[in-house]
């Protein structure tokens, strides 16, 4: 969720600067002079940001939206593993922090806010478009809707991104000077329409994914429509309003002199490293040839705070997280909540939900308290604890992975298999695998088996005897057994004596929360079962085997039998969450079919309400964590700078996203693992900040622009003897 800039400071679009640091040439293009725009019901609120606030609800409804789906798609409509899935969904989140700057640049220098909100729109609404195309099924191949979804993806970042930093400048710049309360509770109402839109829909989106069919499948198509619909209403909405609002001009920008500013200082220090130019007393002190004082000593003041921002892409790292690796854990748990079952994708809208609960906790409650303690809790310290919040979060997301993979298949090795019995005859059979000492008791007719049992092969397949051994008969076997794979062999009668198949079995949970389930047909006839209205499947006659089909969890209670005698009813019962099941049909009886089930994986049996502590401390992390430090960062800085301050904020969410992204690819683990790997780097990186912190002297920025001014005055002959040496050289 978007946390605003604190105070009632209009944030300027992300890098516009002051015009004294601006050069003298007019604005290019045509840019109206500003004017009075209608009010709202006779109060001091212009009727453009009516415009304003709908364009940005909507804008955002259809980024989170999408967003909240995205890993799911890749996993279940691309089947990519966990891993590439995982990366590609932060290299997405980087990007969209990245491309601010170029919004800015274009916004600042080039376009104008207006032009280039409208721009990027367009191109945001193209990307959208070409992403729901690519969720289509029967529109081409694999490759085709990798291509589609990834331009898509490129183009929405590129567009979030782009108007990003210029919406709320925009809307501050519709205020006349004179009404700073109406432009504060504006970013207040904004700052909420950001909120309402990514709450509503992280919760609505994955409903349109996960309970809405079509093309057979789960409708990323409709989850990925629904968003692009928004963004195109926000189009319009904002176009709408065009005749109300005041356009200024681009001022020129000010992350360009900065970093022309520093790397001017670098290249002048490099250049005059002679023992006999005197030294000055810090080292952007040698842009003074170029730069005024005053941008110099404001640049110093900016670069004290980004240095306290090098270890903060840490802790978003772990942030942004909760879209990727949170939402997989997800899959692997129960989510039944008695009157609603949850979505896996759906747990992320308790992040906004949170957040706006606890800002007024903190804020009214929490700090005060803490303050009649006599207790100093300062902004880093308020960082800090933040971190370590979430870093306590992912610690609590490795205790329950550990608690989901009991339920998991064992991990296959080479020259292993697993194998169980499922006696579907009257009496008990003994079963002897050869060179195995397995099943040293005899197997119980219809045995529910409570757990598989391991072969040791000789190679990657072995050929192995088994003997039968029921009611003094004893009776031989031979099948192929490969390495890496899981089998059940199925003992039956046939006619006063024994047959057995060895079928194979899945090797792991169904993806994201479904139940798998085969057909076994003990009939003498063949079978054709309708289990739901759309899943139709045949069954030939003794003892042969479905394949296995992936159903939602539900209560299955209304199936269909066709056989050569007759439909009768089928029933099921309940198909649980990430369990697979064998059902025997036995016999016919009394119009109805009856049926034996076994299950093959256990179902999820962690709750999904065990995330909630974990989303609790992350979203009281992040309120202590991205309020403070933009408040702290802001209350250090000159007016002109804050911008700079607001766009080396948004790049540590990006470097954050892509530390995710090479751990995913670089160094691939147990899930458990990586989540303790993440609390202890965040935990190492915490104890840095507090000591970056604990030497960080705050300051007025007033006041250092006074310091400034006088050592300007004293060093001017150094200035002097510096530019006689460089002429004598």
Known sequence: MEIPPPGDTPPTCFFETCCRYSRDDPPKGDFPVRKKSPK??????????????????????????????LTLYFLSFFHWDENLSTAVYHAFSALCYFTPVIGAIMADSWLGKYKTIIYLSIVYVVGHLIKS??????????????ILSMVGLFLIALGTGGIKPC????????????????????????????????????????????????????????????PAALMVLALVVFIAGSGLYRKTPPQGNILLEVCKCIGF?????????????????????????????????????????????????????????????????????????????????????????????????FDLGLYPLINMCK????????????????????????VIEVKINETDMPQLVPEESLIRVLNL?????????????????????????????????????????????????????????????????????????????????????????????????????????????????????????????????????????????????????????????????????????KTWKSEDIKANNVHMAWQLPQY?????????????????SYSQSPASMKSVLQAGWLLTVAVGNTLVLVVAQAAPMAQWAEFVLFTVLLFAVCIIFSIMGYFYVSVDPEDLEEKEEKRETSSRGNMINLVTQKTKL
Request: proline fraction near 3%.
């Open 616 to 632: 609790l401390l992350i979203s009281a992390g992040e309120v202590m964590f991205s309020i403070t430090g933009l408040a702290f």
């Open 425 to 593: 005859a009257k009496n008990p059979v003994q079963v002897t695998v050869q060179d195995q000492d397995l099943f040293q008791q005899p197997v119980e007719a219809f045995q529910n088996p409570t757990e598989y049992s391991k072969l040791i092969l000789n190679g990657e397949q072995q050929s192995l005897h088994f003997t039968l051994q029921h009611q003094g008969l004893s009776l031989a076997f031979n099948y192929t057994v490969k390495q890496k794979s899981v089998y059940s062999l199925i003992v039956f009668e046939t006619e006063e004596s024994l047959s057995s198949h060895l079928i194979t079995d899945l090797e792991a949970k169904p993806e994201n929360g479904l139940a798998a389930v085969r057909f076994i047909n003990g009939l003498s006839q063949d079978v054709n079962l309708t289990i739901d209205s759309k899943r139709f499947i045949a069954v030939q006659k003794n003892y042969s085997a479905s394949e296995y089909s992936l159903l939602q969890r539900d209560k299955y209670n209304n199936g269909k039998c066709l056989t050569e005698t007759g439909e009768f009813t089928l029933e099921l019962g309940l198909l649980d969450f990430g369990a697979s099941y064998t059902i025997v049909i036995t016999n016919v009886s009394g119009g109805a079919v």
């Open 375 to 398: 207790f100093n809790f300062t902004p880093i310290r308020k960082m800090a604890t933040g971190m370590i919040l979430a870093g306590m979060a992912f610690g609590l997301a490795a």
């Open 133 to 146: 195309v690519g969720a289509i099924p029967s529109l081409g191949n694999q490759a085709v809707h990798v």
């Open 40 to 69: 709202l019901c006779g109060s001091n609120y212009p009727l453009s940001i009516a415009f304003i606030v709908v364009n940005e609800f909507c804008e955002r409804f259809s980024y989170y939206g999408m967003k909240a789906v």
């Open 265 to 361: 200082a670098i290249k002048n220090r490099l250049k005059n490293r002679s023992r006999q130019i005197p030294k000055r007393d810090h080292w952007l002190d040698w842009a003074s040839e170029k730069y005024s004082k005053q941008l110099i000593g404001e640049v110093k003041m900016v670069t004290r705070v980004l240095f306290l921002f090098i270890p903060l892409p840490m802790f978003w790292a772990l942030f942004d997280q909760q879209g990727s690796r949170w939402t997989l854990q997800a899959t692997k748990m129960n989510a039944d909540f008695g009157i609603y079952v949850l979505q896996p994708d759906q747990m992320q809208f308790l992040n906004p939900l949170l957040i706006l609960v606890f800002i007024p906790i």
């Open 167 to 226: 919406v709320s400048a925009f809307g501050g710049d519709q205020f006349e000077e004179e009404h700073t309360s109406e432009r504060s509770k504006f970013f207040s109402i904004f700052y909420l329409s950001i909120n309402a839109g990514s709450l509503i829909s992280t919760f609505v989106t994955p409903v349109l994914r996960g309970d809405v069919k079509c093309f057979g499948e789960d409708c990323y198509a409709l989850a990925f429509g629904v």
